[in-house]
């Protein structure tokens, strides 16, 4: 993030510069006072047009960065709710199969205890 206000900043700069650099430029060359407002004139409109260029090509950036985010982000949601339905199915198989040993378990027991009766009423 700070990158990207490094690269603004850089920009701002970058066009401030160029716009005071020409415009001092054109002021001390050995020009006609007409000739050098036409000069700056043109060179605001090319700065204008190149900014309004830059500024398009940074929100189309922008655009494509946000498409890129939002796949991203749905490719995310679709492996976490995979991973949620399969974290379930693990636990219900467990579940079960607790369930199943538990009802052995209880099975063998009460055999046991059947047995042992067995043994004393004998």
Known sequence: ??????GWEFFTGFLIGGVVGAAVALLLA???????????????????DRGIELSEEARARAE????????????LEKRGRMAFEEQRARLQNAIE?????????????MSRLESEKTKRAT
Request: glycine content about 8%; cysteine-free.
């Open 1 to 6: 993030m700070a990158d990207e206000s490094r």
């Open 30 to 48: 050995p020009q006609s006072g007409e000739e050098t407002r036409a000069l700056i004139r043109d060179r605001s409109v090319e700065l204008r």
């Open 64 to 75: 494509q960065l946000a498409g890129e985010a939002r796949q991203r982000a749905e490719e």
């Open 97 to 109: 199969e607790g369930k199943e040993a538990a009802g052995r378990k209880r099975d063998e027991l």
